[in-house]
């Protein structure tokens, strides 16, 4: 069974850093790109950042600048360093991953729970 599981949200004030990690376990035998969604009340789900298995990465015009994203092959984890966060960063956060696995022969797209992040301003 493959889990990706997400760590690090909560709240914080207008200003302020989080920083999320998500954790990919289970037969996998390839990860290819990973990345950090983001889902506000009321709104689409939309992507915030993502990276490559090479390193090259990607970000939403709204968080250049503030957020990076970065990843560790050996630990199949990849980590969203979120500064001067703002109110309308609020949202639930969602890690999202193409990994290969054991006995599929495919790779295909996997999904952590979510983790809140909240900024009050």
């Known amino acids: 069974q493959v889990q990706l599981v997400e760590s690090g949200g909560g709240l914080v004030q207008a200003g302020g850093s989080l920083r999320l990690s998500c954790a990919a376990s289970g037969s996998i035998f390839s990860i290819n790109a990973m990345g950090w969604y983001r889902q506000a009340p009321g709104k689409q789900r939309e992507l915030v950042a993502a990276i490559t298995s090479g390193g090259s990465t990607n970000y939403a015009d709204s968080v250049k600048g503030r957020f990076t994203i970065s990843r560790d092959n050996a630990e199949n984890t990849v980590y969203l360093q979120m500064n001067s966060l703002k109110p309308e960063d609020t949202a639930v956060y969602y890690c999202?991953?193409?990994?290969?696995?054991?006995?599929?022969?495919?790779?295909?797209?996997?999904w952590g729970q979510g983790t809140q992040v909240t900024v009050s301003s």
């Open positions: 999202a991953a193409e990994l290969g696995v054991t006995g599929t022969g495919s790779e295909d797209e996997y």
